[in-house]
């Protein structure tokens, strides 16, 4: 919570325990829907239920749509049936196919009987499109004109349909048949003459993404063209809906949690950590913890492989940590970029080559260079002041085998991702963990490998 909704908290729970119910209301309408879901969430249940029955019909399903889950269920489980249809009336179509997601059965049925046969038609065929996709995002609640419209008869559709619909600002033309023909912002209406055509002043080109799409392109097309909102149509290029910027920023918010805990190695989840038991945050975490580790018992099984090359040369053994290391971070470097480009659009499948031909040219300079600096390690530190004996041959190895493990673990960082990425798998799964076990299975190989053959 905020820090500076803490004192409120407190106030409203003390209004309410002395029934001061008036002074409770005039605390509450003073906030904003965000922050009066906050306090109600942090509510027992015995005072959330009073609370939220304190607000305007409108704030209530404004607030009701920024719950949590767990909250939004308790709530509806003590609901009126009047209550329950208040809420369903009060959300936009996309919030609400949101909260039939996430509510049980029993409670899903008990929302939709309150719901007109119209509405309950929209919502399921909201909830039948794809978790990631354009369609599980959109709403149905936009302005549409007709091209023969003037000006003047547009402001009043806008007028007459505007209350119900999510968003005023953008608009988009369409002929008979639903098929989108331009787009226009109210904006432009204001400043042409009110005998003016709709379809004089529309834009033909329109960026738009099909029901079935990615959401995360709708992302992208957000970021790239600085929309305010994007149509959405079915294979038929029939408008069905349209996604607006504060659903793209849920998206967002959505995908780059997704990604940061599959790039450290969790399973990811919709459910806030505070809110996510023990248990469950335990059964995210230790599947993947038990794959790396066991992977990571391959090294021992080197070690123990090549055990007669470290008795010949025990200086080796001192570099092992420093050679695993460098080549785990060498990889996460380049696999953490490329997952990010991709999820930029930035990098295509079909720029491997580029990509390769980069990664290793960087590898080699930066191999060279961590190379050249343990060789002055070696020689100033090591041997002049610790005493330690190391010959110019293991130097040659330590070295040799360290530009060797950087090119290896930079080009492997970032060929997995687009690897994944063409197999269809997230690109996120390929990061540091998973790049770092694999390049300390390498870099040992390479070590061992060297020495036999120099040693």
Not at 13 to 21: G, N, P, S, Y
Not at 318 to 343: D, H, K
Request: charged share 20%; hydrophobic share 50%; with cysteine.
């Amino acid at each position: 919570m905020t820090t500076w909704l803490i004192p409120l908290e407190k106030a409203l729970t003390e209004h309410l325990a002395a029934a001061q119910f008036d002074d409770a209301r005039t605390l509450l309408r003073s906030l904003d829907p965000v922050d009066i879901a906050t306090l109600i969430a942090s509510l027992p249940p015995e005072q959330a239920l009073p609370a939220y029955r304190l607000l305007p019909k409108t704030t209530a399903a404004h607030t009701f749509a920024y719950l949590e889950p767990d909250t939004q269920e308790a709530l509806l489980r003590l609901f009126t049936t009047g209550e329950i249809g208040t809420v369903m009336q009060g959300l936009y179509d996309d919030d609400a196919a949101d909260l039939l997601e996430e509510l049980p059965a029993g409670v899903v049925k008990r929302l939709l009987r309150t719901v007109s046969p119209e509405h309950r038609r929209t919502l399921n065929q909201l909830l039948r499109y794809p978790e990631d996709s354009a369609g599980s995002v959109l709403t149905t609640e936009f302005v549409d004109l007709k091209a023969a419209m003037t000006v003047e008869a547009a402001f009043r559709y806008i007028r007459a349909q505007g209350p119900n619909k999510e968003t005023v600002y953008t608009c988009y033309v369409t002929d008979s048949d639903r098929h989108l023909q331009g787009v226009l912002t109210v904006r432009e209406l204001l400043l042409a003459k009110e005998t003016a055509l709709v379809g004089d002043l529309m834009q033909r080109q329109v960026q738009f993404v099909r029901t079935t799409e990615d959401r995360e392109r709708v992302a992208q097309l957000f970021t790239r063209y600085d929309l305010m909102a994007l149509p959405v149509v079915d294979s038929e290029d029939r408008l069905v809906g349209i996604i607006t910027a504060d659903d793209v920023m849920d998206i967002l918010q959505e995908e780059a949690t997704e990604d940061i805990e599959k790039m450290a190695a969790i399973t990811p989840t919709d459910k806030p950590y505070l809110k996510t038991g023990v248990f469950a945050t335990y059964r995210t975490r230790i599947p993947w913890l038990l794959l790396l580790m066991i992977s990571a018992t391959f090294t021992g099984i080197i070690i123990t492989r090549f055990e007669a090359a470290l008795t010949a040369s025990v200086a080796l053994t001192a570099f092992i940590p420093m050679l695993m290391g460098t080549g785990g971070n060498s990889g996460s470097q380049s696999s953490v970029t490329l997952i990010r480009v991709l999820a930029l659009g930035e990098v295509q499948l079909r720029d491997i080559g580029r990509v390769l031909w980069k990664e290793l040219r960087i590898a080699l300079l930066c191999g060279i260079t961590l190379a050249a600096a343990v060789y002055v390690k070696l020689q100033l530190v090591d041997r002049l002041l610790l005493g330690v004996a190391v010959t110019t041959t293991e130097a040659l190895v330590i070295c040799l085998t360290l530009v060797a493990t950087v090119v290896c673990a930079k080009l492997l960082g970032c060929t997995l991702p687009l690897l994944a990425k063409r197999l269809g798998l997230d690109p996120a799964v390929m990061a540091s963990p998973f790049i770092t076990t694999v390049v300390d299975v390498l870099s040992l190989l390479m070590l061992f490998g060297t020495a036999t053959l120099l040693l």
